[in-house]
């Protein structure tokens, strides 16, 4: 642990408050400087076996025993307008949900300000099985957990950006497998999809098509690292969020797409 502390503070700018220097598993809090930073943290921790969780969701993911590294995006700030036929931003994880609702971003109008958009795009996803488009996320850059870097957004015929790493090529039909299931596919019909994972990403209820993107949306900082987010401006969602069904089918569900994500648990699992 001393020395994986070490030599993150030796090869990045981010400032890292750290614990358990004497015997047991660390623990330490780092605030990276840029992306840069977090990708040096993340070569590190698959390196020392040290998990890399998501600053604000420590309370939904499970303790490993593991030595743990907790990044706070909150100086990841950056916001970008896209050239595209949409309003549409790029945005880094560390932006508020505050921020975000006065730029006319009316998803957020209504959420906790404080928030980051990383903790947003972690928190449990609220839309009806098969319409992610409902969160106005239209792609996402992201660090997977071999650390491949990698543009997920729509796919297939509406495919502007074709996936370029050899992971991801394997990742994605993987999950297409999987969201096959019969059991699967008829979770399209309940009011609330079952699994902490948002599968019905590539099984989209008409008009809307498949986003990779959207995979993400709910994942507690189990399955990847968010760099930056492309948003649109969309309606906010009235409803209530509704309570998780709890079936065989749902844990069968994210125990396999963790797997295929992580199989070296870079990222650390869900709680219970």
């Not at 099985?129 to 297939?156: C, Q």
């Not at 050899?166 to 079952?194: G, K, M």
């Not at 498949?210 to 995979?215: D, F, I, Q, R, Y």
């Not at 749902?250 to 797409?257: D, G, H, L």
């Amino acid at each position: 642990w001393m020395a994986f502390r070490q030599r993150l503070s030796k090869v990045s700018q981010g400032h890292l408050e750290s614990s358990g220097e004497s015997g047991g598993p660390g623990r330490a809090i780092f605030t990276p400087r840029s992306i840069a930073d977090v990708r040096q943290a993340h070569a590190l921790c698959a390196e020392y076996g040290v998990v890399l969780a998501l600053a604000g969701m420590l309370d939904q993911i499970a303790d490993s025993g593991q030595s743990l590294l907790c990044i706070d995006p909150v100086d990841l700030t950056a916001i970008t307008p896209q050239e595209s036929e949409q309003i549409s931003w790029r945005v880094e994880p560390g932006c508020t949900l505050g921020q975000l609702a006065d730029m006319g971003l009316a998803q957020f109008e209504g959420l906790p300000v404080g928030w980051t958009l990383a903790q947003w795009v972690a928190h449990r996803a609220r839309w009806a099985p098969g319409k992610g488009a409902a969160s106005g996320v239209l792609s996402a850059n992201v660090l997977l957990a071999d650390g491949v870097r990698e543009t997920f957004g729509a796919f297939g015929e509406a495919d502007v950006k074709p996936l370029q790493s050899s992971t991801v090529q394997h990742l994605i039909p993987a999950l297409f497998q999987l969201a096959a299931h019969p059991e699967i596919r008829a979770c399209l019909d309940l009011p609330v999809w079952p699994a902490r994972y948002r599968l019905d990403a590539l099984l989209p209820q008409a008009p809307q098509t498949v986003n990779l993107a959207h995979l993400l949306l709910g994942h507690a900082g189990t399955l990847a690292w968010v760099e930056s987010v492309v948003l649109t401006p969309v309606p906010p969602l009235p409803e209530p969020e509704l309570p998780l069904l709890q079936s065989e089918i749902a844990s069968f569900m994210q125990s396999r797409m963790k797997t295929l994500f992580d199989p070296r648990g870079v990222f650390p699992g869900l709680a219970a």
